[in-house]
């Protein structure tokens, strides 16, 4: 089981990923050689240089033709580098585009299925009921905002003055405090004490 859970997703390779890795590597080399003609085109010039400076004029003459002839293999090479990197751009772009394809291939599908799972009959429904709801709306926001008739006027002044009348019939708690009430001792030394009568 941990073997199921441990093991990497592979990630497919299709021709396209085969084909832009191939020109990079191509391009690659390429660089690699322009360098290399670079260094020696340096190390000829020197050459050339001190051939001069030792007098051998013609051998200086045959190193500069041929110092020539590389640095025209080098603007080839530079051609067919820019052009590699066109034919990788142009492949980079073509499969973005068939995502692009393949993403609105898919949201067109999944429009197809949402139409096919609500009718025609079933959207003007939800249009019809929605629109209602929205005219019910607005007539609540207009009574709301003023927009009353005089009788719904003259009805509301009604109902407050029956609420206020309400309010006055009601009537008013007491505001004094309570007395307060005495301990039970005080009251039992207030009291009279009962006479006893001598007996005849």
Same mark, same amino acid.
Do not use: W
């Given at each position: 089981?941990?073997?199921? &859970?441990?093991? +990497?997703?592979?990630?497919?390779?299709?021709? %396209?990923?085969?084909?832009?890795?191939?020109?990079?590597?191509?391009?690659?080399?390429?660089?690699?050689?322009?360098? *290399?003609?670079?260094?020696?085109?340096?190390?000829?010039?020197?050459?050339?240089?001190?051939?001069?400076?030792?007098? +051998?004029?013609?051998?200086?003459?045959?190193?500069? !033709? *041929?110092?020539?002839?590389?640095? %025209?293999?080098?603007? *080839? @090479?530079? @051609?067919?580098? #820019?052009?590699?990197?066109?034919?990788?751009?142009?492949?980079? &772009?073509?499969? $973005? /585009?068939?995502?692009?394809?393949?993403?609105?291939?898919?949201?067109?599908?999944?429009?197809? !299925?949402?139409?096919?799972?609500?009718?025609? /009959?079933?959207?003007?429904?939800?249009?019809?009921?929605?629109?209602?709801?929205?005219?019910?709306?607005?007539?609540?926001?207009?009574?709301? #905002?003023?927009?009353?008739? %005089?009788?719904?006027?003259?009805? $509301?002044?009604?109902?407050?003055?029956?609420? @206020?009348?309400?309010?006055? /019939?009601? =009537?008013?708690?007491? @505001?004094? =405090?309570?007395?307060? +009430?005495?301990?039970?001792?005080?009251?039992? *030394?207030? +009291?009279?004490? =009962?006479?006893?009568?001598?007996? #005849?």
């Amino acid at each position: 089981m941990g073997n199921i &859970f441990g093991r +990497k997703r592979r990630s497919r390779v299709t021709e %396209q990923d085969k084909a832009v890795l191939q020109l990079k590597q191509q391009r690659d080399k390429l660089r690699m050689y322009q360098k *290399k003609i670079m260094l020696q085109l340096e190390k000829e010039r020197e050459v050339a240089r001190q051939l001069l400076r030792d007098g +051998k004029k013609e051998k200086a003459k045959l190193l500069i !033709k *041929k110092k020539r002839y590389q640095e %025209q293999l080098l603007e *080839k @090479t530079e @051609t067919q580098i #820019s052009n590699l990197e066109h034919m990788v751009q142009d492949i980079e &772009f073509t499969q $973005i /585009e068939m995502k692009v394809i393949e993403g609105l291939k898919v949201g067109n599908d999944c429009l197809k !299925k949402m139409h096919e799972a609500m009718s025609i /009959e079933e959207v003007e429904r939800i249009m019809d009921e929605t629109q209602e709801s929205i005219e019910y709306q607005r007539q609540i926001d207009e009574m709301l #905002s003023g927009s009353l008739t %005089q009788e719904d006027e003259e009805a $509301i002044l009604e109902e407050l003055d029956a609420l @206020t009348q309400e309010e006055l /019939e009601l =009537p008013e708690a007491p @505001t004094e =405090p309570l007395p307060e +009430k005495k301990p039970e001792r005080e009251a039992a *030394k207030a +009291k009279p004490k =009962p006479q006893l009568v001598a007996a #005849s």
